[in-house]
């Protein structure tokens, strides 16, 4: 087996991803041969990775896996991530398991669950670390939930049976950093708490060295040694997002030629779909929380992924976004619909099977002349493309559930291996899309905008990912230990 070093966080969101990914392409860029790992993971927001010897396609993983083995210049792998929990509902996910999909289980039935999938983790850990010099652990929300100790995979459950050394990771940001370094330490049992070879600090602002007195009174408490200070990553923010949970701290920026305004949906999924056009200096990206209005001067809405395309049809009503939308296209404003947002701007969304709950039908938002019937078969799938409307190569994926049809895709927005995808409205405004990852496309991106009068492209937006992984890794390079970090795996 490869060598392998794991960070674990006192929390959700303490920047566990950003900080593999960094220490992913610095272990790269020493010359060593580097994988990501995560055991479990629960986004909403999934790659396609190869299933190694499966010819019929991909399997799915968490987007931040699939960032992670680009900061290691590898393709990614269903290995790096052999379970995804999909959440539909408040309650309840979709299971994913080395690719495919497992099945559906309600929180406390995934408790139970989580047992028998210990035996996936560990096989598909194997499978990762062949031919690795060292492979990089990440984490899920905190060792310090001690209440669901007894059944973990994704935090000290798996260290402790694969044996792997833990960094705990703590937020400077929010406050309260050396309570809770301190508290993990206090509350992990004995067996854990061994485990834990020490800690570093994320997201600090202003002069490092005022932090000086707080990292003697950690070592105090816990006698772990500190590998460093991370600052505030600027360089992250030009990366994929892989939680919704940053969703919740988007605000718009400064007023510029174009603005699209994205509804925040309940289930969103794949809202990194959105980050080329983010990255753009003519526009704008504004996401709409419920209860807010979608802006009348935006140019363009783009309706994203869900994950429960019928559940968030109906609270897209629910928040008055169906009338806001009639008016912005009597305002001769653009619509794109991906994937679910694709469903949703048909006349109707029909899941006769109750694949996604209890509701069995929705009126759609009536843009499209197209209906959507949802069907078990999942299409899971990295796709080259080309665009109908601009005649421009298309790459990206295809994550869904359900078989659109209807006269409108007689007009396809994209051919996919030579079958039509999509549909456009007849005064091309309106554009749906089965395939994930459409404005990475660098010519696509521009001639599109273009069509918006705006003057878009010449943004290399693949080498502008490329380029924040290696500002993040010398940042961590700078400002930690990593020579001992890379030393103390095992």
Not at 199 to 214: A, C, E, H, M, P
Not at 277 to 296: C, D, I, N, T
Request: aromatic residues 6%.
């Amino acid at each position: 087996m490869a060598r392998a070093i794991m960070l674990q966080g006192t929390g959700s969101d303490v920047g566990k991803t950003v900080l593999v990914a960094g220490l992913c392409r610095a272990a790269k860029n020493r010359g060593l041969k580097v994988r990501p790992f995560k055991p479990q993971n629960m986004s909403n927001n999934a790659a396609v990775a190869d299933i190694p010897g499966d010819k019929a396609g991909g399997g799915e993983i968490g987007r931040a896996q699939w960032l992670q083995a680009i900061a290691c210049g590898v393709a990614p792998s269903v290995h790096m991530n052999p379970v995804l929990l999909k959440p539909q509902t408040d309650v309840g996910a979709q299971v994913i398991v080395q690719g495919k999909v497992f099945g559906e289980a309600r929180a406390r039935d995934y408790q139970a669950l989580k047992g028998r999938l210990m035996d996936a983790v560990l096989d598909s850990w194997g499978k990762v670390g062949e031919g690795a010099d060292l492979v990089i652990v990440e984490g899920a929300g905190s060792p310090a939930e001690i209440n669901l100790r007894s059944r973990d995979i994704a935090n000290m459950g798996f260290a402790t049976r694969a044996d792997v050394p833990v960094v705990l990771v703590g937020d400077i940001d929010r406050g309260g950093v050396i309570a809770s370094v301190a508290g993990t330490h206090l509350i992990l049992p004995e067996e854990d708490r061994r485990m834990i070879v020490g800690y570093l600090i994320n997201k600090f602002r202003g002069d490092v060295s005022l932090f000086d007195d707080g990292i003697r009174s950690i070592e105090t408490f816990t006698g772990w040694r500190c590998f460093g200070v991370v600052p505030w990553l600027k360089a992250a923010a030009r990366l994929p997002s892989e939680d919704s949970v940053v969703l919740e701290r988007l605000a718009s920026g400064e007023a510029r030629a174009l603005k699209v305004a994205v509804p925040m949906l309940g289930r969103i999924a794949n809202f990194d779909d959105l980050d080329p056009l983010k990255a753009e200096p003519q526009v704008e990206v504004v996401f709409v929380p419920p209860g807010k209005p979608l802006p009348a001067d935006a140019g363009l809405v783009v309706i994203p992924g869900s994950k429960s395309t019928i559940g968030d049809l109906l609270k897209f009503r629910e928040n008055g976004w169906d009338r806001d939308l009639l008016a912005h296209r009597k305002r001769g404003g653009h619509v794109v619909g991906i994937c679910g947002g694709f469903q949703m701007l048909g006349r109707m969304v029909r899941d006769p099977d109750g694949i996604e709950g209890s509701v069995t039908e929705a009126e759609g938002l009536g843009l499209l002349d197209v209906e959507t019937v949802m069907e078990p078969e999942k299409t899971v799938r990295n796709v080259s493309a080309r665009s109908v409307p601009f005649d421009l190569p298309l790459e990206g994926y295809e994550i869904h559930l359900g078989r659109t049809t209807g006269p409108d895709t007689l007009r396809p927005s994209a051919v996919i291996n030579g079958v039509d995808d999509g549909a456009v409205s007849a005064d091309g405004k309106v554009i749906g899309t089965y395939m994930h990852g459409l404005f990475g496309a660098d010519g696509f991106r521009g001639k599109f905008l273009e069509s918006l009068g705006i003057k878009g492209g010449g943004i290399d937006y693949r080498a502008e990912v490329e380029r924040a992984l290696d500002e993040v890794a010398a940042e961590l390079e700078t400002h930690l230990d990593c020579d001992a970090i890379f030393a103390l795996a095992r």
